[in-house]
């Protein structure tokens, strides 16, 4: 069965740091692309950061400068550093992971908090 586990949410500051961490296991194989998502209340998920096998990153454009999105291939491991932190950044984070087939798989989420 496959899981993905997150950690690294929580409360901070705005201008504070946090690191999510999202680990894949079971029958996951072949990983391709790893990334975080996230959703605000009431509004859509929305791309944060991605990376593919060879390094190839992608940002949304709010989050360019400030976050960091990296990966473990040996420990099928995906991170997101995240600067700066703001308000706006309040959401709960997902973790994506998409093998080779183009199967998704998507952790259970873990809330990050930016007060002012």
């Known amino acids: 069965q496959a899981q993905l586990v997150e950690s690294g949410g929580g409360l901070v500051q705005a201008g504070g740091s946090l690191r999510l961490s999202c680990a894949a296991s079971g029958s996951i194989f072949s990983i391709n692309v790893m990334g975080w998502y996230r959703q605000a209340p009431g509004k859509q998920r929305e791309l944060v950061a991605v990376?593919?096998?060879?390094?190839?990153?992608v940002y949304a454009d709010s989050v360019k400068g400030r976050f960091t999105v990296s990966r473990d291939n040996a420990k099928n491991t995906v991170y997101l550093q995240m600067n700066s932190l703001k308000p706006e950044d309040t959401a709960v984070y997902y973790c994506?992971?998409?093998?080779?087939?183009?199967?998704?798989?998507w952790g259970q989420g873990t809330q990050v908090t930016v007060s002012s």
């Open positions: 990376i593919g096998t060879g390094g190839i990153t």
């Open positions: 994506k992971v998409s093998d080779i087939y183009v199967r998704d798989y």
